[in-house]
């Protein structure tokens, strides 16, 4: 696969600058916009609060984390885990001592919504890559995805996409594998509590998913169509919950900075207590 079919990472925010937040875009329009947030407010996020964003599609994870750290002006500022930019949904932000809790919240349970395309394949298991190897799917009935998904429930071994964060030696996967580096994939256990098929127009499957921490979505759209044969890629994907935590209850990123503009609070955030 050619390189320039890929966007991982800083390669995905070159390409997309134009359309997201990105850390060059975010930073503008803080710079651009500057206020300086109210001192008693600032410090109660530097002291600790939890926020419950609702991640733009484009944005990656660290854009959020830095358009916030930029907004409230407070460094100790970081994310509960990671959501690709073709993802939306949940993202937990951490400031202050909260920060502390991270590892807590990144253990949690958590459940998806999303899309499965049937009848190709995409190196990195979504749309950040083209769809290749055209297969037909027209064989494909309701019993065999409602069966299918049923082998996936259940403690199992997932590989993780070559195109992934995980590091070998101190280089994440998908700059190996963008080099056209060999890449020694390992199985890792995994599991899924719930795996619902809830809508089929094929060749496109709607699906929820409640699974534990460590699973890669994408590879389960991956391994879910080599199990019925016709191959599948991840083409859409939403965060509904982490733990206790319910996207219902997230702030998006506009309304998190006008809020700050007026000087209350939100939502979307839990004192430290």
């Not at 070998?168 to 995994?190: C, F, H, M, Q, S």
């Amino acid at each position: 696969m050619a390189k320039n079919n890929l966007a991982r990472k800083e390669t995905y925010r070159h390409k997309n600058k134009d359309k997201i937040g990105t850390p060059e875009g975010a930073d503008d329009l803080v710079k651009k916009e500057r206020f300086i947030i109210d001192a008693a407010l600032q410090q109660i996020f530097s002291e600790g609060k939890v926020i419950l964003v609702d991640k733009p599609l484009h944005w990656t994870s660290f854009d959020v984390v830095r358009k916030i750290r930029g907004l409230i002006q407070v460094k100790k500022t970081g994310h509960a885990g990671t959501l690709d930019p073709l993802a939306t949904g949940l993202l937990i932000v951490c400031t202050g001592k909260f920060t502390k809790k991270i590892n807590e919240y990144m253990a949690q349970v958590k459940e998806y919504t999303g899309h499965f395309t049937l009848g190709a394949v995409t190196p990195t298991y979504d749309l950040e890559s083209n769809p290749e190897q055209p297969k037909e799917y027209g064989f494909v009935t309701a019993d065999l995805l409602y069966d299918t998904a049923k082998k996936f429930i259940g403690a199992i071994e997932q590989f993780p996409p070559v195109y992934s964060a995980i590091k070998k030696d101190g280089v994440a996967l998908y700059e190996l594998a963008r080099r056209g580096e060999e890449v020694d994939l390992k199985a890792r256990p995994i599991t899924i509590y719930s795996f619902e098929i809830t809508d089929i127009q094929l060749p496109v499957v709607a699906f929820r998913v409640s699974c534990s921490t460590g699973t890669y979505v994408r590879s389960l759209a991956h391994d879910f169509g080599q199990s019925l044969g016709c191959g599948a890629y991840l083409s859409s994907l939403r965060r509904t919950a982490i733990g206790d935590f319910k996207v219902g209850d997230a702030v998006t990123m506009e309304a998190f900075e006008e809020e700050l503009r007026k000087g209350i609070s939100h939502k979307g955030t839990e004192e430290m207590k």
